[in-house]
């Protein structure tokens, strides 16, 4: 895992890990800021319903997501390669998917939530097989650690910039597509303008694939030429016998559920708290440019202080920079300024536990002579779609528990003090809590010393 060579990875293939985690991440946080909105303020779907709509949906993917994975890791394409041709394959039935979720029936509220149902479901399948190449790359295009935190450095800025566009350009999109007329907080008028966005977001999808597929490398190849298919219980044996993957996977639930928060609580914030959505744009930007600042800077302070310290660090960051909002949620400089530290937390997180990532596929390779990443990557997509799952119903389920009403964003009218401050708790203390589970969770990851303990128990048996 720490073996040094001169670089393989060329500049392109960066571009197209780049590229690739860009387009995805504005799919990813235009679903997240508005799909909220679009069940509950579009369709007008009851906010609980809404939730199980969610909670449903990751039930679904408990259920079908290990089998998806398992099935992904022993498929063979004639190129002999095991990740990368998935760019291909999933890329139109992801970006259809998009725009399904956006698409208004015009069927009653019963109907509405049994098709959103199916279209999540459809949606959930293409979003587990797309991140088989998002998640498994990055291990394959070489075996150099320094190459892989280069990789996961471009990944991270891929992510800022789609975070930052999915979050701040968004709303300069639907309004180009002829949203949010005479009025700041979208409504039910919004549907023609969040169904048209939702299509550019599936053509957009579909070009990363593509770019992505065209530059990138697979090289890396399982040492053992062992082809033999794996059942599910065997596979997961060999994924739970590493310590490493199940602390990282907590992990990135923890990342999972502060990123979903945000990105799910900043619209909200802006239009019920603030009374104005267009400070979103603001507020992300500032977090768009602190994360674009430590995607460069990460690399270097790991190489710094080392892996666990620098995790560490990225949740004190996040925990540190929420008590300034905890203490003044109505202003805007506490906003920005807890904008500020998540974007500097979560792009740490978001680096390290990538790389963590491509280094436990290795591990589980000296462990049993078979490399995994097709299912790694299946894995710790779930926890991700599970986290997000988790914030929905309960973001929801709280703004629902405290009087929220679609109805009056239509009728201009401000929320109750009750909402507002659930909204001020959802974008303050509670993702706090969550930095401080996933401090310990940083504290508690190694994989150079389990690698190190793999090859050496390796060494052992071949003597």
Not at 28 to 55: D, E, G, H, R
Not at 60 to 86: H, L, M
Not at 207 to 223: A, D, I, P, S
Request: hydrophobic letters at 50%.
């Amino acid at each position: 895992m720490k073996e040094k060579s001169k670089s393989i990875v060329k500049f392109s293939e960066k571009l197209g890990f780049l590229s690739f985690s860009t387009s995805t991440n504005i799919v990813f946080n235009f679903k997240s800021t508005y799909y909220k909105f679009f069940l509950t303020s579009i369709l007008m779907i009851n906010p609980v319903a809404a939730s199980n709509i969610a909670l449903i949906g990751a039930i679904w993917d408990i259920i079908n997501d290990p089998f998806i994975g398992v099935w992904a890791n022993n498929v063979k394409f004639k190129s002999r390669e095991k990740v990368r041709p998935w760019l291909l394959w999933i890329a139109v039935p992801y970006g259809l998917g998009m725009v399904l979720l956006f698409t208004d029936f015009h069927v009653s509220e019963r109907w509405d939530i049994i098709l959103a149902l199916i279209v999540f479901f459809f949606y959930e399948i293409a979003n587990t097989l797309r991140g088989i190449p998002y998640n498994g790359m990055g291990a394959l295009v070489s075996r150099d650690d320094s190459d892989r935190k280069s990789i996961n450095a471009y990944r991270s800025l891929g992510a800022c910039l789609g975070s930052g566009i999915g979050a701040v350009a968004v709303p300069m999109i639907v309004k180009a597509f002829g949203g949010l007329k005479g009025h700041s907080v979208i409504n039910s008028s919004d549907s023609p303008a969040i169904f048209r966005s939702a299509i550019f977001m599936g053509v957009l999808i579909v070009l990363g694939c593509l770019w992505h597929y065209f530059t990138v490398h697979e090289r890396v190849k399982q040492v053992s030429d062992d082809e033999e298919k794996i059942g599910i219980v065997e596979t997961y044996k060999m994924l739970f016998k590493c310590k490493s993957w199940v602390r990282n996977m907590l992990y990135i639930m923890s990342y999972g559920v502060s990123t979903c928060l945000l990105t799910s609580s900043i619209t909200y914030y802006c239009a019920y708290v603030l009374n104005n959505s267009s400070l979103a744009t603001p507020i992300m930007a500032v977090y768009l440019v602190f994360s674009i600042i430590f995607s460069v800077l990460t690399p270097k302070i790991d190489t710094k202080l080392g892996r666990k310290k620098t995790m560490i660090l990225g949740a004190l960051v996040m925990i540190v920079g929420k008590i300034p909002f905890i203490v003044a949620p109505a202003s805007v400089v506490m906003a920005i300024i807890n904008a500020a530290t998540a974007g500097i937390g979560l792009t740490m997180t978001f680096i390290m536990f990538n790389t963590n990532r491509n280094a436990i596929s290795d591990i589980v390779e000296v462990e049993n002579g078979r490399r995994l990443d097709t299912m790694v990557s299946t894995a710790d997509n779930l926890v991700s779609k599970i986290a997000e799952a988790i914030v929905d119903k309960m973001f929801l389920v709280a703004l629902a528990a405290v009087g929220f009403s679609a109805q009056l964003a239509d009728q201009g009218l401000m929320q109750n003090a009750a909402t507002q401050n659930m909204i001020n708790a959802l974008l303050g203390w509670i993702p706090g809590l969550v930095a401080v589970v996933m401090l310990l969770f940083a504290a508690g990851i190694d994989t150079q010393k389990e690698y190190n303990e793999a090859m050496a128990a390796k060494g052992k048996e071949n003597r």
